[in-house]
């Protein structure tokens, strides 16, 4: 005998699965900043930071018609 999904059913499974992907999400983004504040903070240079552009330059090639 099979059973039906019932609405009640795909209801809360829409609701668990939002809350674990925004759990995911969040626990992936937490991980991230601590791993970046420990590179950072070891002062390897593991992490480049990208060296700061002088203000009025343009790096686009003039085009010439």
Do not use: N
């Not at 969040?26 to 203000?55: F, H, S």
């Amino acid at each position: 005998m099979g059973t039906s999904l019932t609405p009640e059913f795909w209801e809360r499974f829409a609701v668990l699965l939002v809350a674990a992907m925004a759990l995911t999400v969040a626990l992936a983004a937490a991980a991230d900043e601590l791993y970046l504040r420990m590179a950072r903070r070891c002062g390897r240079g593991r992490v480049p930071q990208a060296p700061p552009r002088a203000v009025g330059t343009h790096r686009r090639a003039a085009v010439h018609l």
